[in-house]
């Protein structure tokens, strides 16, 4: 049972355009999101999060939109950069928990073309 | 660098063997978590400690066993091992704080 999916295993974007990448999830008790981006031969890193509160995030060229209603969070690069391509990795957790378990979906790979 | 360590990055080993893999957190982290990512899987959670306690088990084999010690570095024991269980096995800490979680480079378990 998948509560978080990421139905793309992979986008392509030409450089310069915006890159968006989907999540979708099953658990109501999810309030917290995030994603993460991952290199080859490296750990996932964070990127940005979004709590239940807002339904959107900015951090640059990077946007998080939530759609409670949806369960449906959505991941915008814009523009999308050659150092971009990466696999991304959609997460999510019950922040009222007694402990901070992320959730995965099995990941966007991401490739940008110059 | 994310400040998680782990140990070996690399391991070649036989069916039915045991080995041990070693995760020292972010200095300051007390949370400890194990991730384990297959070919065509995302990470699949698998353990989770809390300042030398087991805070949540996730799909962890019964042949798979962690455990925190007081330094707070952790151990991942993987036993009879079989081909299945070649994997990434990534490590990860946390200081309690809206969920972040900092992932150590993960060590590649190549079952043969």
């Known amino acids: 049972d998948q509560q978080v999916k990421q139905n793309s295993p992979s986008l392509s974007v030409q450089e310069g355009r915006i890159s968006i990448l989907n999540c979708d999830y099953t658990n109501s008790m999810f309030d917290y999101f995030l994603w993460y981006k991952k290199y080859p031969a490296e750990g996932p890193t964070f990127l940005i999060s979004i709590s239940s509160i807002k339904d959107k995030n900015e951090d640059g060229r990077f946007t998080v939109f939530l759609n409670k209603s949806a369960k449906h969070l959505s991941l915008h690069i814009v523009p999308s950069q050659p150092g971009d391509s990466a696999v991304y990795f959609c997460a999510a957790e019950n922040s009222g928990g007694s402990n901070y378990k992320l959730t995965f979906g099995k990941g966007t790979l991401l490739t940008v073309n110059p | 660098d994310s400040g998680v360590t782990q140990t070996p990055k690399h391991l070649i080993t036989a069916t039915g063997q045991r080995v041990t893999l070693r995760c020292s957190p972010r200095?300051?982290?007390?949370?400890v978590y194990w991730y384990q990512q297959s070919l065509d899987q995302g990470l699949q959670f698998l353990i989770q400690?809390?300042?030398?306690?087991?805070?949540a088990k996730g799909n962890i084999l019964e042949r798979f066993s962690a455990q925190q010690f007081p330094d707070l570095h952790s151990e991942l024991n993987l036993s009879s091992l079989e081909l299945g269980d070649s994997a990434l096995y990534f490590c990860?800490?946390?200081?309690?704080?809206?969920?972040?979680?900092?992932f150590g480079e993960g060590s590649r378990l190549t079952v043969l």
């Open positions: 990860a800490s946390s200081s309690r704080t809206a969920g972040e979680l900092f």
């Open positions: 400690y809390y300042n030398g306690e087991e805070r």
């Open positions: 200095s300051g982290d007390l949370s």
